[in-house]
């Protein structure tokens, strides 16, 4: 009865096969029958029964027209165990055969029969167009806690919002798809939000800040720094990345682009200045993200300070968030 499961198996499956493979033209006839010489090999010795708590497999690969099948039987000889599967492998999926449970009589009802569809991976794979949110802030002396003569520079954390737009990012497979290096070009925007009533002073020698002696409705810093990230990207399942575990390890350095600060008040209304408020135009840093699934949280730690050398107190920018866009 087994074997007229598995021949119903693989039937169907080279239909399956057979269907969605192009047609092609009338083969020529084939060429007059040569003699076979006898094979003067001694025949190969059986496999060995397997042992107690041992699996045995048979193993068989055939083809159908350009598509290679390797079939395997698995008859467990484990203790009070009925595990006997057969597994239909080929290039782009994978077909599962539970005959533990069968009964002469109503096999067709117990018969368990799983496909698995395999992704065709790419060595080098390229998205455009990822985009993580998150919030700043400051590091000051290995701890989030900025001392009391700070308080004028810790902006607010819920309010100070980390965009994270990754033009473009690549990732080269490495070691069977599960390590890979990535690397690409990112746009990152840093919006610091306070609630004091305080004005950042430009084209200062260093930090400045003074009272505006103004009620403020809006008052924050904003810069733009071009990044290049390169880093491993670990993978437990590159199959299916929905039920993958991913860990990201790496660095990033980039240069400023653009900053400003922007005040809201009701005897001035909207003001904007264009200056870099003493903070140092390049920056580096560690880099590291986790992912359960589609889920991807991710974190950066600058190793070069907020402020250029003398010119401000020494704070290391800090940036946590989710990936809204993953890769």
Known sequence: MKNL??????????????????????????????EEIPDIN?????????????????????????VE???????SDR????DDRWEIDSEDRKISIDLSDIDDEDWEDEIEVEVDRKRKLKNVKTRWLMLDLGVNTFAY?????????????????????????????????????????MYGLSFNFHNYKYNHNHTFVANMDSLTIV????????????????????????????????????????VFGGMMIGMHSKQKSNNN??????????????????MAGIGLGPLNFYAQYALTPLFSDGEGPELYPVNIGVSIIPF
């Open 5 to 34: 499961i598995v021949s119903l198996a693989l039937a169907l499956v080279a239909l399956v096969t057979v269907a969605q493979t192009p047609s092609s033209p009338t083969p020529p006839p084939p060429p007059p029958p040569v």
């Open 42 to 66: 001694p025949p190969t010795p059986p496999t060995p029964p397997a042992g107690p708590g041992e699996e045995v497999t048979d193993t068989t690969t055939f083809k159908i027209g350009d």
């Open 69 to 75: 099948f390797t079939i395997k039987f698995k008859d």
């Open 79 to 82: 203790k009070n165990s009925d």
């Open 141 to 181: 002396d290995g701890t989030l806690n900025l001392p009391n003569e700070l308080d004028l520079i810790d902006p607010v954390l819920g309010k100070s919002i980390n965009v994270n737009l990754h033009a473009l990012k690549q990732r080269v497979n490495l070691i069977k798809h599960h390590a890979n290096l």
């Open 211 to 250: 009272d505006s002696e103004m009620s403020l409705s809006k008052n924050k810093l904003t810069n733009t720094f071009m990044e290049v990230p390169l880093y491993l990207n670990f993978e437990t399942n590159p199959q299916r990345p929905g039920r993958s575990v991913s860990i990201d390890v790496g």
């Open 269 to 286: 209304g909207k003001t904007k200045v264009r200056d870099s408020f003493n903070m140092n135009k390049f920056r580096a840093g560690l």
